[in-house]
């Protein structure tokens, strides 16, 4: 498996949700050759197509944008104030190095914070707001700012280092580039098969997963398959309500829900839950069943287009979610693959609708 150098090519490409086109042309490059046809769609997803001699049609999917943040103002003296886009904690943020992606190309910055010793006592115990947050990009004035490209909408990403921490890859947006990469492992590995398989790399999950939704009302598939990343133990974490691990195999989600910042949510149907699970023994697969009542991922819209898409789940662990440093393990995304390709083997016509009458 091409491992490490794929997965540094489609973690290093920008995607900032709503500004997908860098990672999308890298995608591009890495799919052609195991499609017969790639396209984009008219909010931007790149879809990948496998035509198949039968009718089945079969949707995996992965999101292509991670999270990142938007540039709201530029002051008279330079600094760039800015939010944030998708879910990143305000933590996370601080003394972290950044891209701000200019039309005049990628302009480095870091953000700001107050010095200890500059602050109360009662700043210091105090958590930080992004509002209060600032990114230096080394400019003296709003005009410098401007001459290097700099201006209110541009949006960024966190600097894109790479780490190995032992067996372990470490880096920002292995969610969901890690999935992409899934998608194109079990591309390389499906062979021979009746089905058309639609491999979609979708824009815009993070701010509430709207690809993934007009992908599938476009390609109205038979069913689908997500891959996107879940939550790894850490010492912070309660095994309880994160018990998946990482190193353990894919995650195969039973059910999912969000109340706490959009009312999203998913359950896999029970035959195609059974479906990937029995594609995981029989082939030796590790796996991991868990329930994620704090989050949804693309599955949460997609399941919904059209008349309704039956749809699964195949998870990869990481650790530190929508941070700089998030850590996953190469022989889950290896796993993870292996499973897509294998549960899309036992797809069959008895998938299409019209077989489900009740006589
Ligand atoms: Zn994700």
């Known amino acids: 498996m091409a491992l490490p150098e794929d997965l540094e090519s489609l973690i290093k490409a920008h995607g900032p949700s709503g500004r997908e086109d860098e990672v999308r042309d890298v995608i591009a490059e890495m799919l052609k050759p195991l499609v017969d046809e790639v396209y984009i769609d008219s909010l931007g997803n790149l879809i990948g197509v496998r035509y198949g001699s039968g009718e089945l049609k079969i949707m995996v999917e992965a999101h292509m944008d991670e999270v990142g943040i938007v540039v709201r103002y530029v002051d008279d003296d330079g600094w760039i104030w800015f939010d944030r886009v998708g879910g990143i904690h305000e933590r996370s943020l601080l003394g972290q190095r950044m891209t701000i992606l200019t039309d005049l190309g990628p ?10 010793h500059l602050l109360t006592e009662e700043e210091a115990r105090r958590a930080v707001s992004v509002k209060e947050m600032w990114i230096d990009i080394g400019a003296r004035s709003r005009a410098e700012a401007e001459d290097m490209g700099v201006k209110i909408g541009d949006l ?3 600097e894109k280092r790479i780490h190995r921490l032992k067996d372990l890859v470490c880096a920002p947006s292995i969610d969901d580039r890690s999935g992409c990469l899934v998608l194109l492992e079990a591309l390389r590995r499906l062979r021979g098969l009746d089905a058309s398989i639609y491999a979609v790399f979708a824009v815009m999950e993070e701010v509430g997963c709207r690809g993934a939704l007009t992908a599938a009302y476009g390609i109205d598939p038979d069913v689908a398959i997500v891959v996107d990343t879940t939550y790894g133990e850490d010492p912070a974490t309660d095994v309880r309500e994160t018990p998946t691990r990482i190193g353990g195999g894919p995650g195969v989600r039973v059910l999912e829900a969000s109340w706490r910042w959009a009312p999203l949510g998913h359950t896999v149907p029970r035959r195609l839950l059974n479906l990937i699970v029995d594609a995981a023994e029989e082939g030796g697969i590790p796996y991991q069943r868990e329930v994620v009542t704090f989050s949804a991922t693309d599955a949460s819209t997609l399941h919904l287009a059209r008349a309704g898409i039956p ?7 990481r650790r530190y ?3 700089p440093v998030e850590v996953a393990s190469l022989s889950d995304i290896e796993d993870a693959a292996r499973l897509v390709a294998a549960s899309v083997e036992r797809l069959d016509a008895e998938w299409r609708p019209g077989h489900r009458r009740i006589k």
């Open 107 to 116: 302009v480095k910055g870091v953000v700001g914070l107050k010095g200890r």
């Open 311 to 317: 749809t699964g789940e195949i998870l990869v662990a």
């Open 156 to 158: 960024g990403t966190f």
């Open 321 to 323: 979610s929508h941070s």
